[in-house]
């Protein structure tokens, strides 16, 4: 099977476009309620952006990275694959993580609940079912208590299906591939094994990239046109999304999981664009701090709306919504460099050892076997996506 050389260029690639996609996950994620919801349009074009913003252009994030992670597990080629390494390896860079992060924040929830503090923003654990502390807990049928972690839930399940998958891209990759975008688009199909379906086309659909050898610059002279593109779908989407919601009709939610699906080449165009400016160059060498923001901000978010509502209610949303994301951005920012500084081995294990910083090179050149270690099998894992 082919073995794939990974570059500097692309590598630095990956680290740009996984920070930006991240730092978008968390527009998707700012909380609100049935009275500040973007669909009353109290706050007119405001609210127009925030439906794009999160319901819209950043709800391509999850299924880009997936594709990302599926490409860098089988970037040697499927004879390569070494499956019990893998697993083991990913043991400690994504389960261990997500354990770490989820039940810690569990915990907290139910210390401050016990005293009566945070029901109604976070799930009722006190008076939970065994079946919905087990989702909360580790997410075994349903969406864990810190929200975007499923992300990792479902890259292990994808990872433990790996082998299955690259067999079946290996021999008919046309029908596996259709067959799982057709799956993941529909509404209101579920299949169980993983939360979210666009999760598992998009890690089979990276897998087949790699086994098959595809160039994955082989459009960048387009990178202008799919860029624009990619943004007046995410304009049109939001729009339609603006003026029917919140209850989408059938067609509208195809439309938006299918953009999400497609829209994750329309990013990986932008990265071609922006790597060669200082400022992409620069996030592109950020490092872990992409996982500490994916980890952190959710609860960072209901805290911040919990005391904004105790403060000032419903009153002045638009406000709470730029000042909730450049709070917790701030401390994300500076949480991951003073916990790195000063607590390195904490750091390791909370990062799942990603906490090694990434010197960035534009330039196009072999990675050595430092480097593709460091880049293994998650879009997380560019300092070891």
């Not at 591939?177 to 579920?190: N, R």
């Not at 909730?324 to 990062?351: C, D, E």
């Not at 906490?355 to 300092?383: I, M, Y």
Request: hydrophobic content about 55%; charged content about 10%; aromatic content about 12%.
């Amino acid at each position: 099977m082919t073995l794939l050389a990974v570059d500097r260029n692309l590598s630095s690639r990956i680290n740009l476009m996984r920070i930006l996609l991240i730092c978008g996950i968390v527009f998707v994620h700012v909380p609100f309620d049935p009275q500040t919801s973007p669909f009353l349009g109290r706050f007119g074009l405001f609210d127009w952006l925030r439906v794009f913003l999160g319901d819209s252009l950043f709800r391509i994030g999850v299924p880009c990275l997936s594709a990302v992670s599926g490409y860098l597990l089988f970037r040697r080629g499927l004879a390569n694959f070494k499956f019990a390494p893998v697993v083991r390896s990913k043991l400690k860079t994504v389960l261990l993580p997500f354990l770490l992060w989820n039940l810690g924040l569990l915990m907290a929830v139910l210390l401050i609940q016990k005293v009566g503090v945070g029901i109604g923003y976070f799930p009722d654990l006190w008076n939970s079912k065994a079946v919905e502390m087990a989702n909360y807990s580790v997410a075994l049928f349903g969406f864990p208590i810190n929200l975007p972690l499923y992300f990792l839930r479902d890259l292990l399940v994808c990872i433990l299906l790996s082998p299955v998958l690259a067999a079946l891209v290996a021999r008919v990759p046309w029908v596996t591939c259709c067959g799982l975008f057709f799956l993941a688009i529909l509404p209101d199909v579920t299949i169980g094994v993983v939360l979210k379906k666009s999760i598992l086309f998009s890690f089979t659909f990276g897998i087949a990239l790699a086994v098959h050898g595809i160039n994955t610059k082989a459009l960048d002279r387009y990178a202008p046109l799919g860029v624009i593109a990619t943004l007046l779908a995410a304009v049109v989407l939001a729009s339609a999304l603006y003026a029917t919601g919140p209850d989408f009709p059938f067609w509208l939610e195809l439309a938006r999981n299918t953009l999400s699906i497609v829209g994750a080449l329309g990013f990986w165009l932008l990265s071609a664009l922006l790597i060669r400016t200082m400022i992409g160059q620069k996030l592109a060498g950020t490092g872990s701090l992409s996982f500490w923001v994916f980890c952190g901000h959710y609860p960072l978010l209901v805290v911040a709306w919990m005391v904004w509502n105790r403060a000032a209610g419903d009153a002045a949303y638009p406000f709470f919504y730029v000042l909730a994301i450049l709070v917790t951005f701030t401390i994300l920012i500076a949480s991951n460099a003073i916990i790195g500084r000063s607590l390195p081995t904490a750091y390791q294990i909370l990062t799942g050892s990603r906490g090694r910083s990434q010197r960035v090179v534009a330039a196009s050149r072999p990675v050595d076997d430092a480097d593709a270690t460091a880049l293994g099998g998650a879009a997380f894992s560019q300092d070891r996506r």
